[in-house]
């Protein structure tokens, strides 16, 4: 409700009649006004103005508090000396209607402004900006108090509170591990617009905590191949190094079967994590980790920072290796545990490597069972399943089954042989068997300094390869026991 000057000055002398009874001290300044000074007329307006007052305050990050001789004042002091002196607590300016806030509250209102961390006030401007500076201190609190009379003349004081918050997603980010796919295999002929995809090249850049700090769209393959890592590696650190041996802005395709190198560059994003931790890391490595795949990576062998922007922390470039096949099948791996049965229409079945080569002096018999881990399937539909280490055969020359074990029981990755095991002596040393289950044989042993035929080896549930020596019978590799191929 509108008070008229009159009622104003009624209520002052009121006041004023009781003041030695009753009236609170809350500053000098205040102490000496005998009637208020601001030049509102209506309790409403002057409302308002102490509301923008208030409304100029939020908390903003640590890091962006860097005024010291202007950003924050402490102490008592007139709104006029707070407006110019605390740019750093004043982060969304007021806008008062046409009028002057100063005059508005009033001449005679102060402003009072504390800072603490925790429980502990800090008392000057000097140490204020050496904690915001600190990381390892908590947020700073802030507290500006506001002084004023109001047009009874009654003084008022209103509290607003932000604080200079620590970035703790930034903090946090102590490492990266850079994660892509080497070696990716490319098929002989083919264009090199596959090692260009983003969506293809399984490429990610995450924290400690596995989270991911960038996206897809900074990832950036590049258009040069060479062929060795160190030439990648020279380019990436702007280094001269020799000319690339595929360039993909011109088309290219790789018609020439070999290993090639290509850099991966994340770009950080302005004022990101990624951005700060870059510029972290090149003024103090030891504080900081780069993980390639897992492994501690070094920079300058492993990775490479902008070279025109290193203080600005804007890229790092990793290098991966492309494989060209010499066949121009390109095939598509899955994992793929069970069982492959080899079929009865020929006397065994040839295998191939993983260029898809017939490999030449092995094969798998007819009804024989081999465990699979893997299957690929290539750009025509042609499957085959892994029974070895580099070695797959035809999905056509066996049946399938998602069995998990052969039929020696707790086997696995059994592979043809022929050859022997020999067994050191003396004679009187005795090599125990194991049975198809990986179960020792209780009535049975092999005496030292023997030798025996074996058919094939396998692994055990230990990770330990055995030998097939009989039938149902194994003898397990270790001191002792040796393989000789015939």
């Known amino acids: 409700m509108k008070k008229s000057i ?8 009121t006041l004023l009649a009781v003041a030695p009874v009753a009236a609170p001290v809350v500053s000098s300044t205040t102490a000496q006004a005998a009637t208020t000074q601001s030049v509102a007329t209506d309790q409403s307006k002057q409302d308002a103005a102490v509301k923008e007052f208030g409304a100029q305050f939020a908390d903003k990050a640590a890091s962006k508090f860097t005024t010291a001789s202007t950003g924050v004042t402490l102490g008592s002091q007139s709104i006029a000396d707070f407006a110019k002196g605390n740019a750093d607590l004043i982060t969304t ?12 509250i009033g001449s005679d209102a102060t402003v009072e402004v504390s800072a603490k961390y925790g429980s502990t006030t800090i008392s000057n401007a000097a140490d204020l900006y050496k904690i915001l500076a600190d990381d390892t201190y908590p947020a700073v609190d802030f507290t500006i108090t506001l002084n004023y009379n109001n047009l009874n003349n009654q003084a008022v004081s209103k509290t607003f509170t932000m604080s200079a918050t620590r970035d703790t997603a930034q903090d946090a980010l102590t490492s990266i591990n ?3 796919t080497t070696p990716v295999t490319v098929p002989l002929n083919s264009t090199t617009t596959s090692t260009q995809l983003q969506a293809t090249t399984g490429t990610t850049l995450t924290d400690q905590n596995g989270d991911g700090i960038v996206a897809a769209s900074s990832i950036e393959p590049s258009t040069s191949y060479y062929n060795s890592y160190s030439d990648a590696m020279d380019a990436a650190n702007g280094i001269d190094s ?6 993909a802005d011109t088309g290219e395709t790789f018609d020439k079967a070999g290993t ?13 994590n990624l951005g700060g931790f870059l510029k972290e890391y090149v003024a103090n490595p030891s504080k900081y980790t780069v993980y390639v795949n897992g492994k501690v990576a070094s920079k300058g062998y492993d990775f490479a920072t902008d070279a025109t922007a290193t203080a600005a922390g804007t890229k790092v470039t990793f290098v991966r290796t492309v494989v060209v096949s010499p066949s121009e099948a390109n095939w598509t791996v899955t994992a793929n545990k069970g069982v492959v049965t080899t079929k009865s229409d020929n006397a065994y079945y040839t295998l191939k490597n993983d260029d898809n080569e017939t490999i030449t002096n092995r094969a798998l018999a007819k009804n024989t069972a081999w465990v699979t881990d893997q299957k690929r399937v290539d ?9 070895a280490t580099g070695e797959w055969i035809n999905a056509d020359d066996v049946t399938f089954s998602d069995k998990a074990t052969t039929d020696e029981g707790e086997y696995t990755d059994v592979q043809a042989l022929n050859g022997k095991v020999t067994l050191d002596g003396p004679s009187s040393f005795i090599y125990m068997l194991y049975n198809d289950n ?5 009535n049975r042993a092999l005496a ?11 692994t055990n549930a230990a990770g330990v390869t055995v030998y097939h020596v009989a039938t149902g019978e194994w003898v397990q590799a270790g001191s002792g026991v040796n393989y000789v191929a015939y």
């Open 178 to 180: 850079a994660k892509f």
């Open 93 to 104: 300016t007021s806008t008062s209607t046409g009028e002057d806030m100063n005059n508005l």
């Open 6 to 13: 009159k009622y104003a000055g009624i209520a002052a002398a």
């Open 260 to 272: 090639y190198y290509q850099g991966i560059t994340f770009t950080a994003g302005d004022g990101s």
């Open 379 to 387: 750009q025509d539909g042609n499957t085959q399943y892994r029974v």
């Open 438 to 442: 990986g179960e020792t044989v209780s």
């Open 242 to 247: 020799p000319a690339a041996a595929y360039t």
């Open 448 to 458: 030292g300094d023997s030798a025996w035929y074996t058919d094939k080896k396998a």
